[in-house]
């Protein structure tokens, strides 16, 4: 299946922008829903985003709302996460996967909805 690949992350300070990117194998991207997730050190894994297979839908987190943006060129088999206003409590390795699509809504905010994560890419804010 699709194989994803994060990057973009880095250090920046608080009030500072990253943008993320997700770079995605295979010519049937447009076929998936995605989610980007985080996790902080001894923290579970947590949903961040998510956006449907063209980009007319979108949803987030309460803790980014306002403050982050996914989007998608799906031309260049890549999803995108702005993160603007970045707080120290962002720091974490963010994550993009594949939604299974194994219900009828089209996100889920759960990780066992989940799969094909790549291998991750370290935001780290400081005060």
């Known amino acids: 299946q699709v194989q994803l690949v994060e990057s973009g992350g880095g250090l920046v ?3 500072g922008s990253l943008r993320l990117s997700c770079a995605a ?3 049937t991207f447009s076929n998936y829903n995605m ?6 050190p001894g923290k579970e894994r947590e949903f961040v985003a998510a956006i449907n297979w063209s980009g007319g839908r979108t949803s987030y987190a309460e803790s980014v709302q306002g403050r982050f943006t996914i989007s998608r ?3 260049k088999n890549t999803v995108y996460l702005r993160m603007n206003s970045l707080k120290p409590e962002d720091t974490a390795v963010y994550y993009c996967a594949v939604y299974q699509m194994g219900d009828s809504r ?3 905010t759960s990780t066992h909805q989940y799969g094909n994560w790549g291998q991750g890419t370290q935001v780290t804010v400081s005060s």
């Open 13 to 15: 300070q608080a009030g």
């Open 25 to 27: 194998s295979g010519r």
């Open 106 to 108: 089209w996100y889920s």
């Open 73 to 75: 060129d799906n031309a």
């Open 35 to 40: 989610g980007w997730f985080r996790q902080a």
